[in-house]
């Protein structure tokens, strides 16, 4: 099968296209994905009922807030998306090019929804608790307290998070297949170094 790997070439970048993304897109990439990995971890103490209610409202202030944090940063992201020069497609196969597209599109996506479907859930809480951002200042809940509103966005919530799981273990696989099979250097375009030849 024609993988449309480009070899090496992804890692040197074709003529006129950075080699890899913006150092800038890059940190905002990696953070991201840690702030997630901690969000996912710390979910667990956070609901966990034998703990005492002061550490979970603790826990329960630290998760929005982080939460709320990588909600700023895939913004940030998406305007540098636009603002600056990306690599060009990493891979030749329209096939391949569009599942990845639909792939990265659908990671954006579950990033975005989890904060925004997390603020809500908090805002709809029948139990009205302030988010304050890293205990600095409240974060102004957009609704008020509506007990359907809350329990669908408690339902979406919940699953975005496990469609985002999924979506992770396909991200990864690819690029595994890309530096596995295809050794093409897609990592590098992820990572920090000369963007020109
Ligand atoms: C990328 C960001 C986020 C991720 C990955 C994430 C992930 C999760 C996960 C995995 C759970 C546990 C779900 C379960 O087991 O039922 C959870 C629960 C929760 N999250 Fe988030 N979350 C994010 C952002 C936010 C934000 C911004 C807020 C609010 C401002 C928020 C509020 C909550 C609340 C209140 C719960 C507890 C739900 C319950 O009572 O069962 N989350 N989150
Ligand atoms: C929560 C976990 C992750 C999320 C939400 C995520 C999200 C994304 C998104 C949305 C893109 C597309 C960038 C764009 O087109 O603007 C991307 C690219 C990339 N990600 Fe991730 N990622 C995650 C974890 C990982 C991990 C663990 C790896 C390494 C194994 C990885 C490696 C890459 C690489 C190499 C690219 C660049 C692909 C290219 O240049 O075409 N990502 N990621």
Redesign the pocket.
């Known amino acids: 099968m024609d993988t449309g790997s480009r070899g090496d070439n992804a890692a040197k970048g074709a003529p006129g296209e950075p080699a890899?993304?913006h150092p800038a897109?890059v940190a905002l990439?990696?953070l991201?994905?840690l702030l997630?990995?901690f969000q996912f971890w710390v979910s667990g103490p956070m609901l966990d009922e034998k703990r005492d209610l002061l550490s979970r409202f603790e826990l329960y202030q630290l998760h929005k807030s982080v939460g709320l944090t990588v909600a700023a940063f895939v913004l940030l992201?998406?305007v540098l998306?636009v603002a600056l020069r990306?690599?060009g497609?990493?891979n030749d196969n329209p096939w391949l090019r569009g599942a990845?597209?639909l792939?990265?599109?659908a990671?954006?996506l579950?990033?975005i929804a989890l904060p925004v479907t997390g603020l809500l859930m908090a805002a709809a809480a029948p139990i009205q608790i302030p988010t304050l951002y890293f205990g600095l200042f409240p974060v102004p809940h957009p609704i008020g307290p509506d007990p359907a509103v809350y329990r669908r966005m408690l339902w979406l919530h919940d699953q975005f998070g496990n469609i985002?799981i999924g979506?992770?273990v396909v991200?990864?696989a690819a690029?595994?297949v890309?530096m596995v099979l295809w050794r093409d250097g897609?990592?590098?375009?992820?990572?920090f170094g000369r963007r020109w030849s």
């Open positions: 890899r993304w897109s990439h990696w991201t994905f997630i990995l992201r998406l998306r990306q690599p497609p990493e990845a597209s792939v990265h599109a990671l954006y579950c990033i985002l979506l992770g991200h990864v690029v595994a890309h897609l990592l590098g375009r992820m990572w």
